[in-house]
């Protein structure tokens, strides 16, 4: 499992009990990790095509 994942996952539980029992500070630490989930993802998406794109140079070269 991603690191991303886990982030998103965690921030979804805390925005959902921080909705659910009227703590607008969770609700908003909730959000915040789900935004910075979002953000790991897009760095890990950029590393994978990153890599690809590497050994697709090395496959060339040989």
């Known amino acids: 499992m991603r690191k ?5 996952g965690k921030g979804k539980i805390k925005e959902t009990v921080g909705k ?10 909730g959000k915040a990790d789900r935004a910075e989930g979002k953000t790991h ?6 590393q ?4 690809k794109a590497r050994d697709a140079m090395r496959r060339r070269a040989s």
């Open 48 to 51: 994978r095509v990153a890599e």
């Open 41 to 46: 993802e897009a760095g890990e998406k950029v």
């Open 20 to 29: 659910a029992t009227g703590n607008e500070r969770m609700e908003a630490e």
């Open 4 to 8: 991303s994942d886990v982030q998103k």
